[in-house]
């Protein structure tokens, strides 16, 4: 994976982590590997205590997760599914984990995480959307890693 390719990857990670009201404390395409599995990027994320219900925090840690992989697979113009890409097995892992707590039935938690992924996918096309990815990636590409006040200015000249 190239590091373009990781920095679209992570930035997809962290537009939709702001946009939907988690804190990026930083972003990385330069992470320390001694600390857990081999990875090429990183993002720092957390949420607010206390603010969201249960489903409303599930869904948004699915849409968190899918976002990298869609975000790649519109730099890339490859139409993956999240769950075929070996470096995605871990975002799409974590976005199934959060989906079976919605939705026991197995083919309609994939039938759900599909329809977000494509609904992601339809989001990130959009002119201020991929503005803000670009300009992220732009920025993780020239620094290696951003923190939290960088990354906000970054998105809110977008969204």
């Known amino acids: ?21 988690a ?6 395409v330069d992470p320390d590997w001694d600390d857990g599995p081999e ?4 993002a720092q994320i957390s949420w607010p205590e206390g603010v969201f219900d249960e489903k409303t925090f599930l869904e948004k840690t699915i849409l968190v997760s899918l976002a990298g992989p869609v975000a790649e697979m519109i730099h890339t113009g490859d139409p993956f599914h999240p769950a075929m890409v070996g470096e995605w097995s871990g975002d799409w892992q974590q976005a199934l984990r959060a989906a079976s707590l919605l939705i026991k039935q197995r083919q309609a938690r994939l039938q759900y995480l599909e329809q977000k992924t494509l609904a992601l996918y339809q989001m990130f096309r959009k002119d201020t959307f991929w503005s803000a990815i ?15 006040e960088m990354i906000n200015d970054i998105i809110s000249n977008w969204i």
């Open 1 to 21: 994976m190239t590091e373009e390719v990781t920095a679209y990857h992570e930035a997809g990670h962290v537009l939709m982590a702001v946009y939907v009201g």
């Open 23 to 28: 804190r990026v404390h930083s972003v990385t």
């Open 39 to 42: 990875r090429y990027g990183d």
């Open 134 to 148: 670009g300009d992220l990636v732009d920025q993780l590409l020239a620094h290696e890693t951003l923190e939290e």
